[in-house]
């Protein structure tokens, strides 16, 4: 990372489903300004922002009169386009992250390799289907969408918990920060942490 560099990107998408203007910055302060149509995906970004001490202001409109799919799906690419464009040439990070978070009954774990390899390994089964009007199902299509653009190595494990909400709060809390240790600068990293030479 170059002296002074601000690790922040914008990013914008628009297609027939959904038009999406999205800002996220590695090295914020945990400010949150969500504005989706999803209200429990808001709360999760506001919680993944928080533990993670990045800045992110997400403006969605999507066919959320059809469901919310296209909505999740698309604020995943995006977040994942801009994490990989604020984070450059990955210089001097620490590059791996683990995280466990416990949430009242449940136990989430996160582990993340900012490897330009990406992967999802999800490991979670809930008790319901649906939180409110959010379909549980739709956790794994915004993960696997974050770590296709992010090109990071994701792995998730649900280890245990009987209330759904606290299960996927307990995700993104542990996404978050996860994340920020992989994110973390290290004074002690010459150049790019991976023995290829890149990443």
């Not at 170059?2 to 628009?14: T, V």
């Not at 801009?82 to 136990?107: Q, T």
Request: proline letters at 4%; aromatic letters at 8%.
């Amino acid at each position: 990372m170059s002296e002074g560099k601000q690790r922040a990107a914008q990013i914008e998408r628009n297609t027939n489903e959904t038009q999406i203007a999205l800002s996220f910055a590695v090295d914020g302060a945990g400010e949150s300004k969500q504005n989706s149509g999803v209200p429990f995906l808001d709360h999760m970004l506001d919680l993944f922002t928080r533990h993670g001490h990045f800045d992110l202001t997400v403006k969605a409109k999507g066919d959320i009169e059809i469901d919310y799919h296209h909505t999740v799906e698309d604020i995943g690419i995006c977040l994942g386009h801009a994490l990989r464009e604020a984070l450059g040439d990955k210089r001097g990070i620490k590059r791996y992250g683990n995280a466990f978070v416990p949430m009242d009954d449940a136990l989430a774990q996160v582990v993340i390799d900012i490897s330009n390899r990406p992967h999802l390994e999800y490991r979670a089964t809930y008790p319901t289907n649906m939180v409110g009007q959010f379909p549980t199902e739709l956790v794994h299509e915004f993960l696997w969408k974050l770590a296709l653009e992010a090109r990071i190595n994701l792995h998730v494990i649900l280890h245990y918990g009987h209330n759904t909400h606290h299960m996927i709060e307990a995700i993104f809390k542990a996404l978050g920060r996860a994340l920020d240790e992989a994110t973390t600068i290290d004074p002690r990293v010459k150049g790019v942490p991976s023995t290829k030479g890149v990443l």
